[in-house]
C-alpha cells in the first residue's frame, strides 16, 4: 500500500489485516449506504401520492422478507465480530522470543529503555524482521502510543504495564503518537520510531558510550535498596527467593495463584501487601516513592534474570 494523504504507509505484519478488514467495513457500509439510498428515492417516486384525496393501502406484512433482512445483517456483524476478535487476539498476543523495550509515558514526552541499557526520548531505533514487544506505563496521566504504519495502538495507563508487540517489515522512520488527550501539550506529544536493517541495528547499538544493562542497573540497585538482606538465594531470608520466580506460578497466603509477570513484580515493590505469597510475614515496607518508573523496570529485568540454580549471581 503507497503512503497517500488519507492512509498511512503499511510496516507491520499486523497491517494488512487490519487494512482487510477495514476495508471490508468500507465496503459493507458503501453498499447499504447506496442501496438504501437508491431504493429511498425509487420509492418515494413509485409510491409518490397522485391526486389530494388518494387514501394509502394498508400496509402488508411479509415474514419471509422480514426474516431475511434480520438475517443478512446478523450474518454480516458475527463474521465482523469473529473477524475482529481473532485480530484482536493475534495482536495482543505476543509470540516467544520478542525483543523487549521499555516506554515511560510521561507529559509531553515517551522515555524508552533498552535491555542492553540505551535510553532514548522521543524516538526508538529497532530492527526491521524482529517481533518488538513494547511494555508500557506512565509516570503522571493517560497517554496513548500509537504507530499509524505499524497499526498498534494502546492506552499507557500509570500504576501498572501495558504490553504490545509488533514485527515491522520495512526500514524506514514511523512517527509515533500520542492518542489520548493528556493536556496542554498533547499535540506534541509525538516522536518517531526508526526501523533500521540488522547490520544498521547493530552499529547504533554499539554506538555511543558504553552502557550499563538495564538488569546490572537493577542488580545495582537491588542492593543499594538492600532488597538482598531478606529477598536471598539461600531461603534462609525473611522473603521469598527470587530465584526463577519470573514467569512462575506463584502460590500466596490466600491460596490464590498468580503468574509473576512484570506487573505482579512491580506491585509487589510498590504495594508489598497486595499479594504476599505464602509461608511469608507481610513484612516487607512499600517503595512507593522512592523508585523512579525507570528504577523500578530496572529492578524488574534484574527479577527475570535470575534464574532458579543461579544463586551465585545476585548481590
Ligand atoms: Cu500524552 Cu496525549
Known amino acids: 500500500m503507497r503512503t497517500s494523504l488519507l492512509f498511512p504507509e503499511a510496516a507491520s505484519t499486523a497491517a494488512w489485516h487490519v487494512d482487510l478488514l477495514y476495508f471490508f467495513l468500507l465496503a459493507v457500509a458503501g453498499f447499504f449506504s447506496t442501496l438504501i439510498a437508491v431504493l429511498i428515492i425509487y420509492f418515494a417516486i413509485k409510491y409518490r401520492r397522485r391526486s389530494a384525496h388518494e387514501i394509502g393501502e394498508k400496509p402488508k406484512t411479509n415474514l419471509l422478507l422480514e426474516a431475511t433482512w434480520t438475517a443478512i445483517p446478523l450474518v454480516i456483524t458475527l463474521i465482523v465480530f469473529v473477524w475482529g476478535a481473532a485480530i484482536f487476539f493475534a495482536n495482543t498476543h505476543p509470540p516467544d522470543g520478542t525483543l523487549d523495550i521499555y516506554v515511560v509515558g510521561k507529559q509531553w514526552m515517551w522515555k524508552f529503555q533498552h535491555l542492553d541499557g540505551q535510553r532514548e526520548i522521543d524516538e526508538l531505533h529497532i530492527p526491521v524482521d524482529r517481533d518488538i514487544r513494547i511494555i508500557a506505563t506512565s509516570e503522571d496521566v493517560i497517554h496513548d502510543f500509537f504507530v499509524p504504519a505499524f497499526r498498534v495502538k494502546t492506552d499507557v495507563v500509570p500504576g501498572r504495564y501495558v504490553t504490545l ?42 554506538g555511543g558510550q558504553a552502557q550499563e544493562s538495564l538488569t546490572d542497573t537493577g542488580s ?9 538482606t531478606c529477598h536471598r538465594a539461600d531461603t534462609q531470608g525473611r522473603g521469598p527467593a527470587l530465584e526463577g520466580v519470573f514467569g512462575s506460578e506463584v502460590k500466596l497466603q490466600s491460596g490464590e495463584t498468580v503468574i509473576a509477570d512484570e506487573g505482579y513484580v512491580r506491585e509487589s515493590i510498590l504495594n508489598p501487601r497486595a499479594k504476599v505469597v505464602g509461608g511469608y510475614q507481610p513484612i516487607m515496607p512499600t517503595f512507593q516513592g522512592q523508585v523512579s518508573e525507570e528504577q523500578l523496570l530496572a529492578l524488574v529485568e534484574y527479577v527475570k534474570s535470575l534464574h532458579a540454580g543461579k544463586a551465585g549471581q545476585s548481590r
Not at 166 to 192: I, N, Q
Not at 220 to 228: P, T, V, Y
Open 165 to 206: 508487540w509488533f514485527h515491522p517489515t520495512r526500514t524506514g522512520r514511523y512517527r509515533l503518537f500520542c492518542a489520548e488527550y493528556c493536556g496542554t501539550k498533547h499535540s506534541g506529544m509525538t516522536g518517531e520510531v526508526i526501523v533500521m536493517s540488522p547490520p544498521d541495528y547493530q552499529a547504533w547499538l554499539s
Open 220 to 228: 545495582r540497585l537491588f542492593g543499594a535498596l538492600a532488597c538482598n
